[in-house]
Structure formats: structure tokens, C-alpha cells
């Protein structure tokens, strides 16, 4: 790569599905090991901070834009081995569409991160908030990372153990934000179809559609169907997904939500703490189908967690109308709703 690769004043609305944020100051796509390297000395010798992206689709722009180099993840790469009769390990380059991915992976028959069909984006930023959905998270099936440690000027592997994952968090978007550049990652996926018992959503659309023979593609198959009947397509409506991760609460906090609402949603976790619906919360406090003049903003008629840009022009729209629905929740259930596409930079 050369200088001329780095391109100037950058609109961030082009790298994010929410289509709001000022400029980049520089941006460059990056599809090799070497565009890195050249990118990061460019930016230490012009004394400008770094971000790496993928799609864009979990992020949010200030509308100040940022001072520094934005990289753009394009490295690809789709590579099998160690395949047997019960075994597929792939490595795959972080600017890969992660739900080209996913097909792949289902027709080479191999399950594992099936339900994780159509979450838009890079492989590269599947580590960075654990995507997961439908009862899959890529926690399960990730065996290690390549990445470039920007701190130390190197690169790395680091096994999935040293990721730190959990629900929608790991170092990458918590202690360590910023630090890594991811370029690629390793995954292990079982030639075996997938055995129940599956999300309960999702197996309602199972008992609903009479399936009852289980393959990856099958189940491919129905989260698509479930996704696409609830959530709006991002290359058409600007939206980020979930807009608030559901909220983790202490069993006592339970008890005094379940005198008020007694069919509050919940469920239990493996340390005892009790997951809530952001979504029902969301609905509850007023914002089903709700469309803000004042902002441009609205949550998606069919998924209230969803919030959908309709005519905003600044992402300090977004900011106002999220903070009517969590100053709402706050109020109704004296539960604090957190926003799960990161606010950049
Ligand atoms: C309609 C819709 C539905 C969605 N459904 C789901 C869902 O079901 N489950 C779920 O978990 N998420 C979901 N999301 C969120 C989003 O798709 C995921 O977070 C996805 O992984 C983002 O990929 P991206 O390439 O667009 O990442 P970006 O938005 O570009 O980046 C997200 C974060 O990762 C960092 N990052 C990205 N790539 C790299 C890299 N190579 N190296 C270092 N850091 C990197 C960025 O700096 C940023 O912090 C949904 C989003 C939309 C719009």
C-alpha cells in the first residue's frame, strides 16, 4: 500500500447501517498482513490514532467524525483442513461476509454456527461483542484469533480462552478496545446435525412448520425465515439490530419486578442472575412501533428493540430518542437498558 491508498474526509455514514456520523479524517482498506504494517507506521509518523472496522453494522458515528486513520477490513480468505468424517477447522480472513460464511459451513454440512445465519458483517467482528443468537454464540466454535497487537507492534494468536467472552463482551470491546487489530480467525465445526433442544423461539418455528428432522441447513433455513419475517435488512433500512442488550438483573430485583408485572419475561443463568427481554421492556414503556417526529428516529414496527433511522440527519437524533426509551424503562422498572452498537469514536 501507498499514501495514495489513503483516501481523505471520508463520509462515516458509508461504514455504518445507521447512516449518520460526520467524516473520517483518513481511511484505508486493508487486505493484507503488509497494508497493516504500512497503515500503522502512516499513522504513528502522522501522529493519528487508529480504528479498525468491518461492515459497520454495530457502530455508531459521532457527528464530530474521527480524527484518524480509519482501517477498513477486507482481508479474505475461506480455508478448510483437518476435515474428516466429523471435523471441519476453518480459517477465514476477518474481511469476510460472515453469513457467506455460515453457507459454506452449512453446505459443506457442518453445524455449529448455523444459527448464527444472517447477522450481517465481518468474521472479524464476530469475537468482538461474542455475536450470537437463536442459542449460538461464535464462543462455541472459536479455537483462536490472528491478530496485530497495536500496542506492541506484532502479531499474534490468542486462544479462545484469552478472549474473555460472554454475553455480547470480550477483551476486545472491554479492557483491551482498540488495542487488536483482528485479521483473521480459526473455528472448529462438527460434521453432525444439530440436536434439540433448540432456542425456544426457534423451536417454535420448528413445531409450527412440523419440522422435525434436524440438519444445518434446515436450521439455516428456519432462522433465516424467522429473521428476515422480523428484522429489516440493513442494506435497505438504517438500523444497527438490537439496539439494548437484555438486561442482566440479581434474583432479588426479580421478586420486586414480579410484584408489579407478574408475567414479566425472564430467564434464569447458569450464576443465578436473571436475563430480562429488552425487547418486552422496550414495548412496555411505550415505544411499540413508535415513530419520533422531533428525532427522524423510530423502533421497527414487527422488533422494538430495533431502532431505525427514517429521516434523522445527526446522530445526536439517535442519542435523544435512545435516551427517551431508557429514561422510560429506568422509570417503569428501575432497570437500565444498555446500548449494544458501540458509539465511535
Ligand atoms: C439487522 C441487524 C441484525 C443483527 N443481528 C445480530 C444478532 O443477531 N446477534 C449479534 O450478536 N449481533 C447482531 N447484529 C450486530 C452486528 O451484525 C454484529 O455485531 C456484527 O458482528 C458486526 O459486524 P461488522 O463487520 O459490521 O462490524 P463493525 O460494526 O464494523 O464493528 C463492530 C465492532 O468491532 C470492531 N471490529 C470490527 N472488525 C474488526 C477487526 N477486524 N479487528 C478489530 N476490531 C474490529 C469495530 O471496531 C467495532 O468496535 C445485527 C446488526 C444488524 C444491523
Redesign the pocket.
Given at each position: 500500500m501507498t499514501i495514495m491508498n489513503i483516501r481523505q474526509n471520508v463520509s462515516l455514514k458509508e461504514?455504518?447501517?445507521m447512516r449518520l456520523g460526520g467524516e473520517a479524517s483518513y481511511c484505508a482498506d486493508i487486505t493484507s498482513r503488509d497494508d497493516l504494517k504500512q497503515a500503522i507506521v502512516w499513522a504513528y509518523d502522522n501522529k493519528q490514532p487508529v480504528?479498525?472496522?468491518?461492515?459497520?453494522?454495530?457502530?455508531i458515528w459521532r457527528d464530530e467524525g474521527f480524527k484518524g486513520l480509519l482501517l477498513v477490513?477486507k482481508v479474505m480468505g475461506y480455508e478448510a483442513f483437518n476435515e474428516d468424517s466429523e471435523n471441519l477447522y476453518l480459517t477465514l480472513g476477518?474481511?469476510e461476509n460472515?453469513d457467506s460464511v455460515v453457507r459454506r459451513s452449512v453446505e459443506a454440512g457442518a453445524s455449529g454456527i448455523e444459527a448464527?445465519s444472517l447477522?450481517?458483517?465481518?468474521v472479524?467482528?464476530?469475537p468482538?461483542?461474542?455475536?450470537?443468537?437463536y442459542g449460538q454464540?461464535i464462543s462455541q466454535t472459536l479455537v483462536s484469533i490472528e491478530?496485530y497487537d497495536i500496542s506492541r507492534g506484532e502479531f499474534i494468536t490468542i486462544p479462545t480462552e484469552d478472549c474473555k467472552l460472554s454475553y455480547?463482551s470480550s477483551r476486545?470491546?472491554t479492557v483491551d478496545?482498540?488495542r487488536?487489530?483482528?485479521?483473521g480467525l480459526t473455528l472448529h465445526l462438527i460434521k453432525n446435525d444439530p440436536t434439540p433442544p433448540f432456542y425456544p423461539s426457534l423451536q417454535a418455528y420448528l413445531d409450527e412448520h412440523g419440522i422435525n428432522r434436524f440438519t444445518p441447513a434446515i436450521i439455516r433455513s428456519a432462522v433465516i425465515d424467522i429473521?428476515t419475517s422480523k428484522?429489516?435488512?440493513?442494506a435497505i433500512v438504517a438500523?444497527?439490530?438490537?439496539f439494548f442488550a437484555n438486561p442482566v438483573i440479581e434474583k432479588s430485583q426479580l421478586s420486586v419486578l414480579m410484584e408489579q408485572c407478574p408475567s414479566i419475561p425472564h430467564w434464569q443463568q447458569d450464576d443465578d442472575r436473571i436475563k430480562l427481554s429488552a425487547a418486552w421492556l422496550v414495548a412496555q414503556a411505550g415505544f411499540n412501533d413508535c415513530h419520533d417526529s422531533v428525532t427522524g428516529m423510530a423502533t421497527w414496527a414487527r422488533q422494538p428493540l430495533?431502532i431505525v433511522n427514517e429521516h434523522a440527519k445527526k446522530t445526536a437524533d439517535l442519542l435523544v430518542f435512545k435516551q427517551k426509551i431508557v429514561d422510560a424503562v429506568k422509570q417503569r422498572f428501575d432497570v437500565i437498558l444498555v446500548q449494544?452498537?458501540?458509539l465511535?469514536p
Open positions: 461504514h455504518s447501517s480504528v479498525m472496522i468491518g461492515g459497520g453494522n454495530n457502530i477490513n476477518a474481511g460472515w448464527l447477522i450481517p458483517g465481518t472479524g467482528a464476530t468482538v461483542q461474542n455475536v450470537g443468537a454464540d491478530a455480547r476486545f470491546n478496545r482498540g487488536f487489530a483482528i485479521m429473521r428484522l429489516p435488512d440493513p438500523n444497527n439490530g438490537s430495533v449494544e452498537p458501540e465511535l
